[in-house]
């Protein structure tokens, strides 16, 4: 379970969370929307504590992410990340790519990281591309690829930070069943999206961000189809 | 003009010694690109340093080493320390000349080819769970390392013309031996025709060497 609760974080002058509570469960999938520059993305950033917060207390399977005593490259290993940029590293193959953390960080075996990349690859799509180059695959492969990468960590929980917002709009489908297969395999998921049907057909929640805090949240075919508050009907009418 | 007669025993005389000074040319050139490139190391990460002092060394260093004749560096090294007391043989004096003048420009390198790379791939890695020093080792440097092959290939070929310098201060590497060998025969055109034959020997199996290398390791 991930607990968040009161949390604030500046950049500088510009309070960018203003206090966010949200409780997040095994199994289920919560989307959060909202225009840029509500603090969406850096709430996936503190969660996984690439970024720091002023106050306030993020808890992932009851450890407090932000405590001095926490070991944040351990704490990482429960926690996968997928950016909007693909972050493929360019100077490994799809196969080294993905075998990489588990090779280092987990000190598993050659032999045993080369079947987890080869499973991983092949469950994304990708198992004709394991000794292709980043570079000679298609944005959307990129992405699948950095998919596979954090899967092969065996994390609990999945961050996606607009991961489709970089592909070009024919590749944009490609990412997206990924992801609904992994909602299907009940993996935990926070997505940042602007997949607005996306988000109404696989998550359990959206959380619309407004300004720094969760304006409205709730269960997504209601928050989306039927919003209460105004902010949320006028930023759902724009984007749909 | 044009019926100079060439006459070259006296270079196939004087072959060996020759051979000898490229050998003083080249371990100067090796020499002072091992070390230069472990103080570029240094320099290019405390030009990224939030304190001043480290800062203004750092780019004064880069400056003087980039902006001023190496042929002065080499005076201020030999001659200049003197005023402290403290006298380098022509050896010492060229080799730390040529190591001053490359760390000042392979800090410049250093410093672009980690520019180059995106930082989002340091924030990826991390997020994989990997150490600040797996991040740099495994990811970070791989790229920068590619990024500052080419430019680092070029500064070890500066280094080594530039070691001709020496021969103003009497070291008798490459372009010294040579001066001095045809001062004793008269065979100048010889000599210095012969002289450039090892240079650009020396320099092709350096270019050849480092694109054999390069197509191995850069496949990506």
């Known amino acids: ?240 | 003009m044009l019926n100079y007669r060439f006459q070259w025993r006296a270079v196939f005389k004087h072959l060996p010694d020759l051979v000898d000074a490229a050998f003083l040319t080249l371990q100067i050139t090796v020499l002072s690109v091992i070390i230069g490139l472990a103080i570029a190391v240094i320099l290019a990460v405390w030009r990224r340093s939030e304190n001043a002092w480290l800062f203004w060394l750092t780019a004064t260093w880069v400056a003087l080493a980039r902006n001023t004749p190496a042929l002065l560096q080499i005076y201020l090294f030999y001659f200049g320390l003197g005023a402290y007391g403290i006298h380098l043989s022509p050896y010492a004096a060229v080799l730390a000349a040529i190591t001053f003048n490359n760390a000042g420009y392979l800090t410049e390198i250093l410093r672009g080819g980690i520019d180059a790379v995106n930082p989002s791939q340091g924030r990826a890695a991390l997020g994989l769970g990997m150490t600040p020093l797996q991040v740099y080792a495994r990811v970070i440097f791989p790229q920068v390392f590619r990024a500052v092959f080419l430019p680092i290939t070029n500064q070890i070929i500066w280094a080594m013309l530039g070691t001709s310098l020496g021969m103003i201060i009497g070291l008798q590497e490459l372009t010294g031996m040579t001066t001095f060998l045809q001062s004793q025969t008269f065979r100048p055109f010889e000599f210095y025709l012969a002289a450039a034959l090892i240079y650009l020997v020396m320099v092709e199996t350096v270019l050849v060497c480092a694109r054999l290398y390069a197509r191995w390791a850069f496949r990506w």
């Open chain 1, 1 to 240: 379970m991930i607990k968040i609760e009161e949390v604030r974080k500046s950049f500088g002058n510009l309070e960018v969370l203003k206090g966010i509570d949200l409780t997040v469960d095994k199994g289920e999938v919560v989307c959060l929307i909202g225009g840029s520059g509500s603090g969406k993305s850096t709430l996936l950033m503190c969660i996984n504590a690439l970024e720091s917060i002023q106050s306030g207390r993020i808890e992932v399977d009851g450890i407090d992410v932000h405590a001095p005593s926490t070991d944040k490259n351990k704490l990482r290993r429960k926690l996968g990340i997928v950016f909007q940029q693909f972050n493929a590293f360019p100077h490994l193959t799809a196969r080294e790519n993905v075998a990489l953390a588990p090779r280092h960080v987990l000190g598993l075996p050659k032999s045993e990281t080369n079947q987890l990349a080869e499973h991983y690859l092949a469950h994304v799509g990708l198992g004709d591309k394991l000794d292709a180059y980043p570079t000679q695959l298609s944005g959307g492969q990129q992405q699948r690829l950095a998919i596979a990468r954090a899967l092969a960590m065996k994390p609990d929980y999945m961050l996606l930070d607009e991961v489709t917002s970089a592909l070009d709009p024919e590749l944009v489908g490609e990412v997206l069943d990924t992801l609904r297969l992994l909602a299907r395999e009940g993996m935990t998921m926070i997505a940042v999206t602007h997949e607005i049907p996306f988000a109404r057909e696989v998550a359990d929640r959206v959380a619309f961000f407004h300004d720094g805090v969760i304006h409205e949240i709730g269960p997504a075919r209601d928050l989306i189809s039927s919003p209460q508050r105004t902010r949320t009907r006028d930023f759902l009418g724009k984007i749909l």
